[in-house]
């Protein structure tokens, strides 16, 4: 009975992360990473233990003296994270892109190497689904560049590099290139660029040796004024959704998988009706079942939850405030139970469970305080 108790025990404590066991702790609770956008000591990755049941976080280990990590990336094999690193972001400095090796499920992080973003205010990170590619967005230099990996992780000098050039018609956002994001679409054989100083999603081919070329088709246009953001492709491979930062609004596009070319469907508001007030939007995510997309109001300070149809269309569920100021970034854990929220001004995580039948979100437990979250990453 005195070993089974002490057992227990032990258990228990692995499981709140307080000794650390040497295989996966609580097998089915995943791993978050989330990035703390502050200068100097102040910039850290957290890890927490998401717990599936309750919707719980509980601290495990904060990686600090990285600066500015706006924008955080997994690899595919669940062993190295990709962080931004700045000392000044968006400055004339060029930012840095930092490669991490996890040590187990403890939440620790080894700084493996660091290379050049090769550009300003870098925003957004991917890793190819073969781990040997690393796609980055920057926002205020309005480049896109892609890099190596290495055997062991880290990463190599930057292999492809585009600059962006043009402007659209909101002087005051969109004088010059802006890209916000770049991601790795269904097949892994084309990345796509959101650029809200162009209006546009840029399309690339994404080549051995961690190499890009522009696509037959450039790019596809939004509408004028409309300032893309994010981007996600459905787990069908069929529709890409873009949220529009400056006009609050997503675009679902038909993805033809043979082409690589891109059509618009349909675009819909993500604010409430009669909404008068500043509000720009931020992030998207869509339901590992492709059922349900959400995306975010700062401003508004909500989340919009939308019905997928059977060809992609969206149907607006309902808008749920997001607990907290400015939510900036989303994640949704591989079983479609929860929804996180980090509300990067409001300084906290707020967690949601998702209705498996309607989609409608529920605020779950009390919000997690922590500085300026701005990227959350999930490793099941």
């Known amino acids: 009975m005195k070993r089974f108790q002490i057992a227990t025990t032990c258990f228990a404590m692995i499981c709140a992360g307080l000794i650390p066991s040497v295989r996966s702790t609580c097998a089915d609770d995943p791993i978050l990473f989330v990035s703390a956008f502050e200068p100097g000591e102040r910039g850290a990755i957290q890890a927490y233990r998401f717990d599936l049941k309750t919707g719980s976080l509980a601290p495990l280990h904060r990686t600090a003296d990285i600066e500015h990590p706006f924008f955080l990336a997994l690899a595919p094999n669940g062993k190295h994270l990709y962080s931004i690193h700045a000392r000044n972001f968006g400055g004339k400095e060029q930012e840095e892109i930092v490669a991490l090796e996890l040590e187990g499920r403890t939440g620790k992080l080894r700084l493996l190497n660091r290379q050049s973003a090769r550009g300003t205010a870098a925003c957004y990170l ?60 269904p097949d892994n054989r084309f990345a796509f660029a959101a650029d809200l100083g162009l209006d546009q999603v840029l399309i690339y081919q994404l080549l051995p040796g961690a190499k890009l070329a522009p696509h037959t088709q450039p ?158 990453q999930i490793l099941p």
């Not at 990996?149 to 590099?161: E, V």
């Not at 993500?270 to 590992?288: E, H, I, Q, R």
Request: proline residues 7%; aromatic residues 8%; hydrophobic residues 35%.
């Open 126 to 185: 991917q890793v190819d689904a073969t781990g040997k590619a690393l796609v980055v967005a920057n926002y205020s230099s309005g480049s896109v560049a892609s890099l190596p990996i290495q055997a062991d992780g880290s990463l190599g000098p930057a292999t492809s590099f585009f600059q962006h050039v043009g402007s659209s018609i909101d002087k005051s956002r969109q004088g010059e290139a802006h890209a916000h994001c770049f991601v790795i679409g």
């Open 219 to 376: 790019f596809v246009r939004t509408l004028p004024g409309a300032g893309p953001r994010h981007l996600t492709f459905h787990p069908n491979g069929k529709s890409m959704y873009v949220i529009n930062e400056l006009a609050n609004s997503v675009s679902h596009f038909h993805y033809d998988r043979a082409t690589g070319f891109l059509s618009e469907r349909q675009t819909v508001s993500t604010l409430p009706k009669g909404f008068d007030g500043t509000s720009y939007c931020a992030d998207l995510k869509v339901t590992p079942d492709g059922r349900f997309l959400y995306g975010t109001n700062r401003g508004h300070d909500s989340i919009a939850a939308y019905r997928i149809g059977p060809e992609g269309q969206l149907e607006l569920i309902g808008i749920e405030p997001s607990r907290g100021k400015g939510p900036q970034n989303l994640a949704i854990t591989p079983g479609g139970e929860w929804l996180i929220c980090a509300n990067m001004p409001g300084n906290n995580l707020a967690v949601f469970g998702i209705d498996p039948a309607t989609g409608a979100l529920k605020a779950a437990g009390n919000t997690t305080d922590l500085p300026a979250p701005s990227c959350i």
